[in-house]
């Protein structure tokens, strides 16, 4: 009686019988997306550990943010949709925000937490919705494919494959350190999972290099399970008067531009598949976007880059997940992630490198969205993926993607074809090229 009452609350709630959905089939669908994104807490940690955060500290706080986030998308939207720091804007703090422009986590943590406000401010005065109508499709896919290519380099960077030259900037590597080596194994065992269509294969991949690495004394074997180490060296440990710099300013710019996107394009592409999105019909992409912004504010605070929608839910929806018990679920799991604290501290560099290289392989298709027929679209597109990695920033690739869009449109006889938001960003970092130096 008791589990029949539990079940019909739930049911109630989720409305799993009008979704065509169970408990059990909800629990499969969040084990499954569990399982395909849980990579991120050994990426995570070992991206923003380089700008002197404790690793531990980043651990809890990528397990609490993920937790959070996908348990507000549960509750608030009620779509299977698991959160977690994103891929990309996690590279851009560690290494353009913190490593090259010279600013300390603790600010880069209170840019964070200004692009949540800001987000959350968008969403709700409706702000958002005229934003994304504003920036042209390609540009949009130019975004997602140049964040691939800066992942790209960072991965080949940390594994050894690409080095420093003077004479050509970056050269090949060597290729017989034992390190560099699992790396590459890593990738084809990433990239062959995947395409075996086996669940976790990034996580497998992880696991399986940092066990080969220990076994040849590569790195050290720390333990398996632990209680959690504590949160408490980036627990509201966010500088918001020194991210008032003005330096600081496009870097915010940044992280508001591709959370929207992110956010917008992720949820938007899992809820299609999952038909919770029909035409003409109420849906609850408002509440879902309120629950990502949400999670970017818990997640500055806890300590880390900010947390956004995973593509990866769509595995679960794949496996029948139609509601937020999906992502209930997917919460219980991060929760229960912070007792294996001791692996994810033995996990070595050369075992994240590769899911980072696969996950930017990954985000390298968006480029056939591009209209290449048409120079003034194709032109800016590239020149956005481009400069990301070459300029080692984000940023960078942005504002030469947006001002060169403007430009070419303008020179072309076609300003007519831009749109006002368009206009608005390149002005703003044409403001900051023109005034803020460096970055």
């Not at 298709?365 to 800016?380: F, N, Q, S």
């Amino acid at each position: 009686m008791p589990q029949e009452r539990k079940q019909t609350v739930l049911d109630a709630f989720f409305k799993l019988k009008e979704q065509g959905t169970s408990v059990r089939t909800e629990v499969i669908a969040g084990i499954t997306t569990f399982l395909t994104m849980a990579y991120i807490i050994f990426v995570n940690p070992e991206i923003l550990s380089t700008t002197g955060m404790d690793r531990n500290a980043v651990f809890v706080a990528t397990c609490l943010a993920a937790a959070l986030g996908s348990l507000i998308m549960g509750l608030v939207a009620r779509w299977p949709i698991g959160m977690a720091p994103g891929m990309g804007l996690n590279a851009f703090f560690a290494f353009t925000v913190v490593a090259t422009m010279g600013f300390t986590w603790q600010q880069a943590l209170g840019a964070v937490f200004i692009s949540g406000c800001i987000f959350l401010l968008l969403t709700v005065t409706g702000v958002r919705s005229w934003l994304i109508a504003g920036i042209p499709h390609s540009m949009r896919s130019a975004i997602a494919a140049g964040i691939g290519l800066f992942l790209g380099i960072i991965a080949l960077k940390s594994s050894g494959i690409v080095v420093a030259s003077p004479a050509t900037l970056v050269t090949l590597g060597s290729l017989k350190e034992t390190g560099t080596l699992l790396a590459i194994l890593g990738f084809f065992i990433i990239a062959a999972l995947d395409v075996l269509k086996v669940r976790g294969a990034i996580l497998i991949g992880i696991l399986v290099i940092t066990a080969l690495s220990i076994a040849l004394g590569v790195s050290k074997f720390g333990g398996v399970i632990s209680m959690p180490p504590s949160i408490l060296p980036t627990f509201l440990q966010l500088d918001l008067v020194g991210a008032m710099h003005a330096g600081l300013v496009h870097v915010i710019l940044v992280f508001v531009l591709v959370e929207v996107f992110d956010a917008t394009g992720t949820l938007i592409g899992v809820a299609k598949r999952a038909g919770l999105i029909q035409p003409d019909k109420p849906n609850r992409l408002g509440r879902a976007l309120l629950a990502d912004s949400s999670a970017i504010l818990a997640g500055s605070l806890l300590g880390t880059s900010s947390t956004t929608a995973y593509v990866e839910s769509v595995s679960g929806v794949q496996a029948g997940g139609r509601t937020g018990l999906t992502a209930i679920v997917i919460a219980i799991l991060f929760l229960a992630a912070l007792f294996f604290s001791p692996l994810a501290g033995s996990v070595p560099v050369y075992a994240t490198a590769p899911a980072l290289l696969y996950v930017a392989c990954l985000m390298m298709r968006e480029l056939l969205e591009v209209e290449w027929d048409d120079i003034t679209e194709a032109a800016p597109a590239a020149l956005t993926a481009l400069m990301m990695p070459f300029t080692y920033s984000i940023a960078n690739g942005l504002a030469f993607g947006f001002i060169s869009y403007c430009a070419l449109k303008t020179l072309t006889g076609r300003p007519g074809q831009v749109h006002l938001a368009t206009w608005l960003v390149a002005a703003l970092f044409v403001v900051r090229f023109a005034f803020f130096a460096g970055g």
